[in-house]
Every structure is written in C-alpha cells, then in structure tokens.
C-alpha cells in the first residue's frame, strides 16, 4: 500500500469517527510533505531512519 492510500483510508476513517477537520487538515499537511520528500512510497518499505 502506497503513503496516499494509507492517508486516504485513514482520513475516511478518521471523519467517521468524528476527528476535527482541522486537525485532519494538519496531518494532510504532515503526509503531503512526507510524500514530497521521500516520494508516493509502499508503506512496508518506510524505514525508522527515513523518518528521523
């Protein structure tokens, strides 16, 4: 599974539950970059030292 697939199941997830919209917006925000730096990548792939 890609970044944006695990984001996009995880923020339909999160509006069921009732999470802010703002608060939604700030961790698209946090993926956008993430995805931006290290590129649409398989989720299994993501390393520890990748995101330090």
Known sequence: MLL???WEMYDSDERIEGFS???LKAYQLQVTLLIRHLG???INSLTAEQLK
Request: glycine share 0%; proline share 11%; no cysteine.
């Open 40 to 42: 649409d990548i398989e």
């Open 4 to 6: 944006s697939q695990a």
């Open 21 to 23: 919209p703002k608060t």
